[in-house]
Structures are given as C-alpha cells and as structure tokens.
C-alpha cells in the first residue's frame, strides 16, 4: 500500500511558475511508475505527464509539453512536477499517482495504469 500527499499548489498569475511535490510512504518508491493528472470543474481528468521507475523516460500531454517538467528522487521518495509559463487554463487540482510496473522505462498516460492516487493539490492561475 502506497500513501500519496501532494503539496506546492497555490495562486499564481499567467505566466508564473510553480513546483509540485509528491511524497510517498508504504511500498517501494522505485518500483511504481509515477503520474500526474488534473481534473478541471465540470472536465473529464486529464492526463499531465508521467516517468518510469528508474526516471529514464518521461511522457508529457501535448497541452503543457515544453511548459512542464516531471522528475523525481528516488531516494527521497518524492516525484516534483514543475510547471512553468501557467496559463489560466491550467487552473485545477493536480494528483499524483502511483502504477506498479516490472518495466523499467514504462511510462503510462492512463489513469487506469495505476493503483494509488493522492488528495490533489490545487493550482489556480489567474489572468
């Protein structure tokens, strides 16, 4: 069982920037692929980005695709997500999300790839 907790949303204007943070506890940090995913008011949940287990590949939706970073420190248990050049249409809750995988490099855009979700953290851009 894998424990989620995001933090580092807040408010910030068009063109700022901000970093999220995922922290795990429970299971083994290197063995999940991990994700984030937003889900915007009255929106279906949309695919951010994810990396493999080893933090050797990365896959980015094509909306925040050279605007945001996903990483993460394996040894601290952690995947960040820095976000930069926010545009008001990335104003939602942001989840991180954990897939177990034996694949090294997989990286994984659907939410039904993996089994442990966190609170959200939330985002607002304004304009």
């Known amino acids: 069982q894998v424990q989620l907790v995001e933090s580092g949303g807040g408010v910030v204007q068009a063109g700022g920037s901000l970093r999220l943070s995922c922290a795990a506890s429970?299971?083994?940090?290197?063995?999940?692929?991990m994700g984030w995913f937003r889900q915007a008011p009255g929106k279906e949940r949309e695919f951010v980005a994810s990396?493999?287990?080893?933090?050797?590949?990365?896959s980015y939706a094509d909306s925040v695709k050279d605007r945001f970073i996903i990483s993460r420190d394996n040894m601290k248990k952690t995947v960040y997500l820095r976000m930069n050049a926010l545009k008001p249409e990335d104003t939602a809750p942001y989840y991180c999300?954990?897939?177990?995988?034996?694949?090294?490099?997989?990286?994984?855009?659907?939410?039904?790839?993996?089994?442990?979700w966190g609170q959200g953290t939330q985002v607002t851009v304004s304009s």
């Open positions: 999300a954990a897939g177990n995988t034996e694949a090294s490099y997989s990286v994984y855009s659907r939410g039904d790839k993996y089994q442990f």
């Open positions: 429970g299971g083994s940090f290197s063995e999940y692929a």
């Open positions: 990396i493999s287990r080893n933090g050797g590949s990365t």
